[in-house]
């Protein structure tokens, strides 16, 4: 039982790490241009982003949304850009990566 714990324990831990491939795919698709993970940049950190959609059930496909067609006026009047050349499976990861922010 006590193993049990201890795995499970260790299981929580890494799920709390940044993932690194995550990480790697802001770098890649120039995300870090905009975005910081704890603060405010020309755009929220991912930190506030977390934070702002802790609740919303839909905050998965919402911000996968965003970041494929752009958007304006959630964060203030500077716009977030398209990224339509972003696959979406990289998507899908950046977006799990980003709520996942605490």
């Given at each position: 039982?006590?193993?049990?714990?201890?795995?499970l324990g260790v299981a929580a831990a890494?799920?709390?790490?940044?993932?690194?491939?995550?990480?790697?795919l802001a770098k890649k698709h120039n995300c870090l241009a905009c975005h910081a993970a704890d603060k405010k940049l020309v755009?929220?950190?991912?930190?506030?982003?977390?934070?702002?959609?802790?609740?919303?059930?839909?905050?998965?496909?919402?911000?996968?949304?965003?970041?494929?067609?752009?958007?304006q006026g959630v964060w203030?009047?500077?716009?977030?850009?398209p990224n339509p050349s972003v696959p979406d499976a990289d998507v899908q990861a950046l977006v799990k990566w980003i709520l996942s922010q605490k």
């Open positions: 039982m006590k193993a049990v714990s201890v795995a890494m799920l709390a790490l940044p993932s690194p491939a995550s990480e790697a755009g929220p950190s991912y930190k506030e982003v977390a934070a702002k959609y802790a609740k919303d059930q839909g905050a998965q496909a919402k911000l996968a949304d965003k970041v494929k067609k752009g958007g203030g009047q500077v716009p977030m850009p």
